[in-house]
């Protein structure tokens, strides 16, 4: 029986984990939803034939990855916008479109081979393009443990990174609200609902107030 170790600790990683157990009932998954129950001894204790890494923010050991074959998911069009925040750094230079790539993890920071790719749209909230993104993931993960896959190399030229946001990032400043449009004022609001650390606006006496809501007009 074909086992299938499944490790994250994001939400939208562990509904895809639990649609996939509950759709190929004839495989052996072992499912980790947060960190404090990862430990590194699990991995050689289950022996997987995959492990997925979805929405995991931690290096894995060059170990594990020589010996496991090991795939992770990356909402971006890879080779760009790799690195920290993806869907918040695409949003904010006014990308649309994106895409839910699923690559075999290497040495360097998303920079493994491809295996699938699929178009995502960064349209509305936060939670919206976490609905697709989680629906695209499975669909995406199902096809390649079913029936196999292929590897694609990343075009390394064509590569970009982004740097993870701190919560200070997401203040609106004066300077932004001065030189932006509404449109770009809009995506940053929307890409910083939670469970991100809202967008705010520092007031008068100290205090912030926080923007988890707006809209423009053309």
Known sequence: MKKILCITYR??????????????????????NNKADYDESIIDEFNPD??????????????????YMSLCLHPSPLPKYRGGSPIQNQIIAGEKISAVTIFKMGKGLDDGDIISQSILSLEGDIKDIFKRMSDLGFSSTFEIITNGYLLREQDHKQATNCKRRKPSDSEITIHEIKNNTAEYLNNKIRML??????????????????????????
């Not at 939400?11 to 980790?32: G, M, Q, V």
């Not at 995991?56 to 010996?67: A, E």
Request: aromatic share 18%; charged share 20%.
């Open 193 to 218: 609902t939670d469970p991100y650390p809202n967008a705010f606006i520092k007031c008068k006496d100290g205090t912030k107030l926080y923007l988890i809501k707006s809209y423009y007009k053309i």
């Open 50 to 67: 995959i492990i997925l890494w979805y929405g995991w923010s931690w290096i894995v050991p060059d170990r594990i990855l020589d010996k």
């Open 11 to 32: 939400s939208w990683a562990s509904e895809i984990y639990n649609s996939l157990s509950s759709a190929l009932p004839n495989l052996d998954f072992k499912i980790i």
